[in-house]
T-cell receptor, first 114, second 113 residues
Framework: AQSVTQLDSQVPVFEEAPVELRCNYSSSVSVYLFWYVQYPNQGLQLLLKYLSGSTLVESINGFEAEFNKSQTSFHLRKPSVHISDTAEYFCAVRVIQGAQKLVFGQGTRLTINP | KAGVTQTPRYLIKTRGQQVTLSCSPISGHRSVSWYQQTPGQGLQFLFEYFSETQRNKGNFPGRFSGRQFSNSRSEMNVSTLELGDSALYLC????????????FGNGTRLTVT
């Protein structure tokens, strides 16, 4: 079975400061990795994904995440956050060539203070 | 292209009743999954349908069921509602399988009183 641990339930930062949201996973088989973002009263939006290839993946709004196989981590980073980044962020894994089922972490609430 | 559409957005039901939630996937997507989101348990997988067949099922009691129609639209049903069923129910669709990410709807907020 797979599991995902998001090490911080809440992360407060000041606007324009850098941020890192941590995600570790456990799986006996290879997985795909995802970060989703959820704004209030909305569903989940895909932020970025790691399927294969370069271990550093980037989103269009300045977030990036690096897959580290040896540490089984997929931390999310942004060098300079904006008020509009306030949301809950979920890390998720899915088994390669397995069930179409995402296993989510508990989420990290990112709060940006002016 | 229209996104995943879930109806209704909000529902209030009484304990013991049953409820049906609806999901229309993105055009061309044949896989539809359902997730339950609660503050305590987080996001939990309910089931996944592909071409009208249930492919995967999570660890939920039999009161939770679903189906998929030939146009890929899906419904989930919860019978004999309990207070603990209060949650945000999210539907997600994707292209056939594997490398394709899931696209989520805005959810149906179910409150059981």
């Amino acid at each position: 079975a797979q599991s995902v641990t998001q090490l911080d339930s809440q992360v407060p930062v000041f606007e324009e400061a850098p941020v890192e949201l941590r995600c570790n996973y456990s799986s006996s088989v290879s997985v795909y990795l995802f970060w989703y973002v959820q704004y209030p009263n909305q569903g989940l939006q895909l932020l970025l994904k790691y399927l294969s290839g370069s271990t550093l993946v980037e989103s269009i709004n300045g977030f990036e995440a690096e897959f580290n196989k040896s540490q089984t981590s997929f931390h999310l980073r942004k060098p300079s956050v904006h008020i509009s980044d306030t949301a809950e962020y979920f890390c998720a894994v899915r088994v390669i060539q397995g069930a179409q089922k995402l296993v989510f972490g508990q989420g990290t609430r990112l709060t940006i203070n002016p | 292209k229209a996104g995943v559409t879930q109806t209704p957005r909000y529902l209030i039901k009484t304990r013991g009743q049953q409820v049906t939630l609806s999901c229309s996937p993105i055009s061309g997507h044949r896989s539809v999954s359902w997730y339950q989101q609660t503050p305590g348990q987080g996001l939990q997988f309910l089931f996944e349908y592909f071409s009208e067949t249930q492919r995967n099922k999570g660890n939920f009691p039999g009161r939770f069921s679903g189906r998929q129609f030939s146009n890929s639209r899906s419904e989930m049903n919860v019978s004999t509602l309990e207070l603990g069923d209060s949650a945000l129910y999210l539907c997600a669709s994707s292209l056939q399988a594997d490398r394709n990410p899931l696209h989520f709807g805005n959810g149906t907020r179910l409150t059981v009183t």
